[in-house]
């Protein structure tokens, strides 16, 4: 345990200590959107944070391939070929820099997907790919070398633009992320202490999965106090491309751990898991992601064309500040995550379920008490956030900065967001970028 601390530790320091770094940068080059005669906002708020998230990665890379420990493990690992840090390295650079020429210039969406597509080729290449289906009656079905190549790219572009589109508020991105990544942290190392670890040398608590999901964690921790509402940078599609590339890597390593001569009708639930797993920590991205390519479709626009319709969107429009929406999102994160990794690590114990129920309604009568409580007051209702409301805490300062440049304007004007008119402003007055 002190081997993942350390390595999440030096990713976060590397990570926390750059981002001023490269602000500078990326103001120096202009990556940052211009400030216009109709935006509200003084301050122009850099792109590029990936860049600082980036090097945190490989700096914990690079110190866990120095301990002992750690470096017999990625070399033991029967996925890798003693090169997962290679691969990671190789894979997160053509990530970094397709997002680093979006985030400057701007790319088209074609050519980011290929970018994505041959990212996901490098892991391929490096034979980190999914190795097998589980059947419902406990089986699994093998793939061949055909199918999985298929199959792991398949899923790498996807968790990479389910990220991408999520990464609309400040913080938001990064903190969903961090949940998931503990997440996996978690089944990874519960799942190195069973018999269902398989490795060519005696099981051991230091795992691949876990080791890729500890330096994540470590990204996102570093790079969030820079990030959270106010943010001073945006870590940008380098950024939110990179974690989502991270996250699907250290998921599919879990799937070639697994020793299936040992699942029963009792334990067969860990062996599903690392399919549910992907699904489950990362479910509102991968809602947010197929909402959102229904609607543009069915309106004959492109699955990439900007639009206000994402969930963080919706939240603030019935009257959540932009941290509590944060908020919210980070709970429903956490609630998923929570319940699958539970029910594998502790079994599937009865109470779980109706706990679940519960948790969610909760979240739930959150997400509508702005609403409800606009509903009852009529036209004397206080606005959320104002004054008296009890929502000081959430209230963002004026002048301070939110998505892309956006300025947060004060209790009784709202928040303006990426693409979202601040509450009571003109209807021209938008945020300064494009939303996802």
Same mark, same amino acid.
Request: aromatic letters at 6%.
């Given at each position: 345990?002190?081997?993942?601390?350390?390595?999440?530790?030096?990713?976060?320091?590397?990570?926390?200590?750059?981002?001023?770094?490269?602000?500078?940068?990326?103001?120096?080059?202009?990556?940052?959107?211009?400030?216009?005669?109709?935006?509200?906002?003084?301050?122009?708020?850099?792109?590029?944070?990936?860049?600082?998230?980036?090097?945190?990665?490989?700096?914990?890379?690079?110190?866990?391939?120095?301990?002992?420990?750690?470096?017999?493990?990625?070399?033991?690992?029967?996925?890798?070929?003693?090169?997962?840090?290679?691969?990671?390295?190789?894979?997160?650079?053509?990530?970094?820099?397709?997002?680093?020429?979006?985030?400057?210039?701007?790319?088209?969406?074609?050519?980011?997907?290929?970018?994505?597509?041959?990212?996901?080729?490098?892991?391929?290449?490096?034979?980190?790919?999914?190795?097998?289906?589980?059947?419902?009656?406990?089986?699994?079905?093998?793939?061949?070398?055909?199918?999985?190549?298929?199959?792991?790219?398949?899923?790498?572009?996807?968790?990479?633009?389910?990220?991408?589109?999520?990464?609309?508020?400040?913080?938001?991105?990064?903190?969903?992320?961090?949940?998931?990544?503990?997440?996996?942290?978690?089944?990874?190392?519960?799942?190195?202490?069973?018999?269902?670890?398989?490795?060519?040398?005696?099981?051991?608590?230091?795992?691949?999965?876990?080791?890729?999901?500890?330096?994540?964690?470590?990204?996102?921790?570093?790079?969030?106090?820079?990030?959270?509402?106010?943010?001073?940078?945006?870590?940008?599609?380098?950024?939110?491309?990179?974690?989502?590339?991270?996250?699907?890597?250290?998921?599919?390593?879990?799937?070639?751990?697994?020793?299936?001569? +040992?699942?029963?009708? !009792?334990?067969?639930?860990?062996? *599903? @898991?690392?399919? %549910?797993?992907?699904?489950?920590? $990362?479910? &509102? #991205?991968?809602?947010?992601?197929?909402?959102?390519?229904?609607?543009?479709?069915?309106?004959?626009?492109?699955?990439?064309?900007?639009?206000?319709?994402?969930?963080?969107?919706?939240?603030?429009?019935?009257?959540?500040?932009?941290?509590?929406?944060?908020?919210?999102?980070?709970?429903?994160?956490?609630?998923?995550?929570?319940?699958?990794?539970?029910?594998?690590?502790? +079994?599937?114990?009865? !109470?779980?379920?109706?706990?679940? *129920? @519960?948790?969610? %309604?909760?979240?739930?009568?959150? $997400?509508? &008490? #702005?609403?409800?409580?606009?509903?009852?007051?009529?036209?004397?209702?206080?606005?959320?956030?104002?004054?008296?409301?009890?929502?000081?805490?959430?209230?963002?300062?004026?002048?301070?900065?939110?998505?892309?440049?956006?300025?947060?304007?004060?209790?009784?004007?709202?928040?303006?967001?990426?693409?979202?008119?601040?509450?009571?402003?003109?209807?021209?007055?938008?945020?300064?970028?494009?939303?996802?």
């Amino acid at each position: 345990m002190r081997e993942y601390l350390l390595i999440a530790l030096v990713a976060a320091a590397v990570t926390y200590l750059l981002v001023p770094l490269v602000r500078v940068f990326a103001l120096r080059i202009g990556a940052a959107p211009e400030i216009r005669e109709r935006d509200v906002h003084t301050v122009r708020t850099p792109r590029l944070g990936g860049l600082a998230m980036y090097a945190g990665m490989l700096a914990g890379l690079f110190v866990a391939t120095k301990l002992p420990h750690l470096g017999e493990t990625l070399a033991a690992t029967e996925i890798g070929d003693g090169n997962t840090a290679l691969a990671l390295a190789l894979a997160g650079g053509i990530i970094v820099v397709t997002g680093f020429f979006d985030d400057w210039w701007g790319l088209d969406a074609f050519v980011k997907l290929v970018g994505q597509i041959a990212a996901a080729g490098v892991l391929v290449a490096f034979k980190l790919t999914i190795l097998w289906i589980p059947q419902p009656n406990g089986g699994t079905i093998s793939l061949d070398d055909t199918l999985r190549t298929i199959i792991t790219i398949l899923v790498v572009v996807v968790a990479i633009n389910a990220v991408n589109f999520v990464d609309g508020l400040d913080g938001l991105a990064a903190g969903i992320v961090c949940i998931a990544a503990m997440a996996t942290f978690v089944y990874s190392l519960a799942l190195s202490q069973n018999s269902f670890v398989t490795t060519d040398h005696e099981p051991t608590r230091l795992n691949v999965p876990a080791i890729i999901a500890a330096i994540l964690i470590g990204m996102c921790l570093g790079f969030l106090p820079h990030n959270f509402n106010p943010a001073k940078i945006f870590m940008g599609d380098t950024g939110a491309m990179l974690i989502g590339l991270v996250l699907a890597s250290s998921v599919v390593t879990v799937t070639g751990r697994v020793d299936y001569s +040992g699942i029963t009708e !009792i334990n067969r639930f860990p062996v *599903v @898991l690392p399919v %549910l797993l992907p699904v489950a920590v $990362m479910v &509102l #991205p991968l809602m947010d992601l197929l909402m959102a390519v229904v609607r543009r479709t069915s309106q004959g626009l492109s699955p990439f064309a900007p639009d206000r319709g994402h969930l963080h969107h919706r939240l603030l429009q019935i009257g959540h500040s932009h941290r509590r929406t944060v908020l919210i999102m980070y709970a429903w994160t956490f609630l998923f995550a929570a319940s699958v990794v539970g029910m594998s690590v502790g +079994g599937v114990p009865l !109470i779980l379920f109706p706990l679940t *129920v @519960l948790l969610a %309604l909760i979240v739930l009568v959150m $997400m509508a &008490l #702005p609403l409800w409580r606009s509903g009852r007051g009529g036209a004397h209702a206080r606005p959320v956030g104002g004054p008296g409301s009890g929502d000081a805490g959430d209230t963002e300062r004026p002048g301070a900065e939110t998505r892309d440049g956006a300025e947060t304007r004060g209790a009784t004007q709202g928040t303006a967001v990426r693409g979202l008119p601040a509450q009571g402003s003109p209807p021209d007055a938008r945020a300064s970028a494009t939303t996802r």
